[in-house]
């Protein structure tokens, strides 16, 4: 396990030192099917749990109420429970990562506002996102918390080899290097976090939106730097979220581009992290059921062609000239023998990042620009999988993440003094 420069830990105290409650946010409104079945299940995981606060349910609504209010419907379940509702932002098809941000930026609020001592958070988006959380999951979700004193808490999901690519090859590999946690998930719709983590960000979250504008909350680096206790429950198999009609640039721009916002914002911080370890994990490794299809890559490697034509004066902004001769070379190889070398790829992400801070090209530009490149790692990943199969795929995650932390003084040298190439 490689050394990781922060300061030791501090105890923490298990919730429930005092009356408060434990506020569960559940994306299904009153009256739901979805909510009722999700009640039941609640009470069945708050009776294998000391629990010793109250459940109180937050709840979408058209207005945000903060007085908790008695729920008729769960006197069927041995649970009594109030209720609180969070209001939503107008739904916008184009821009699902951010309307999820702005919710949850309004269940923290909320959370503040009630003196919650934890908030547990089945999802943002729709109701559907609680369907896989049966009993026994609620109860790994929530007990890290309730009685081991973690003030973060994460999800672990049994995803296909071609679910997820833009966390496996981006948002995981680099948050992990930037931060030295491996924590699987970094933007997951289902967590738990404490008070203690909870005060740690701006009191009007929901009216600060012009700050907020464009941001995601990256919950693990903020507990992260807060020197806060992080772990990871299995959750098993779940569907991945469907975001049809999205370019591939625009769901670029809306999930790098803030982690990569965020990555200046904490400069001081990652400069001296080194290394990474795990973080404490609770039940069951699953394994994703159902067969995955080999992937024709084709496509994205003609697409990743025509970008080594077309952009090479747009890259040669972004990228060192010994990174351009690299990827001429790719651009000649056969989609058989097709293979982008994961310290290759770590290194355009960091120049990428880099590109990002200094504005060298407008950054709309930016994540166009990125978009055949990623089709290109996305292709080299496609033929490996195909050819040793889809058990390998975890594995291969996890050799991208430690390239990752193996170029990442190439990412300090290019951060400190940004105008000095490698060739």
Known sequence: ????????????????????????????????????????????????LSLSCPLLLAVPGEKALEEPVAMEAASHTNLPLRYVTYTQPATDAATPWLANAATQRNIFSLAGKIGARACTVLGTNGGS??????????????GPGVEGGFDLVM????????????????????????YGHRVRYPLANEFQAS???????PANLEKDSARQQGRLLWLATTAVNQNLKICQV??????????????????????AGPLFTDMEDNAAFWQRVRGSHDVPTFGNAEVASGATDTVDVRRMIEAFELGARNLR???????PPVTLMEVKKLSRLTPD???????????????????????????AHLFGALTPLYLGWVASYAVEVNAAGIA??????????????????????????PDRFHP
Request: proline share 6%; hydrophobic share 45%.
């Open 337 to 363: 023998t097709f293979h982008m070398p994961d310290a290759l790829w770590a290194r355009i992400i960091y120049d990428f990042a880099l590109a990002h801070r200094l504005r060298n090209i407008h950054r």
């Open 392 to 417: 390998m795929a975890e594995e291969r995650v996890e050799q991208l993440a430690r390239a990752y932390e193996a170029e990442k003084p190439y990412l300090l040298s290019r951060w400190r003094w």
């Open 1 to 48: 396990m490689a050394e990781l420069e922060t300061q030791p830990e501090p105890k923490q105290k298990t919730i429930g030192a005092g009356q408060a409650y434990l506020l569960v946010a559940v994306p299904a409104p009153l009256g739901s099917e979805v909510l009722s079945s999700t009640i039941e299940k609640l009470s069945q995981a708050a009776s294998r």
């Open 129 to 142: 996102n609680c369907e896989f959380l049966t009993p026994e999951k609620l109860t790994l979700l929530m």
């Open 234 to 255: 299995q959750l098993g198999a779940r569907r991945p979220q469907g975001h049809e009609g999205i370019e591939l640039s625009d769901a670029l721009a809306q999930l």
């Open 195 to 201: 008070s203690k983590l909870l005060q740690k960000f």
């Open 313 to 319: 004066e747009i890259w040669s902004l972004v990228l």
């Open 155 to 178: 999800p672990l999901y049994a995803m296909q080899a071609f679910d997820d690519l833009l966390n496996k090859s981006i948002l995981y590999p680099l948050s992990r290097a930037l």
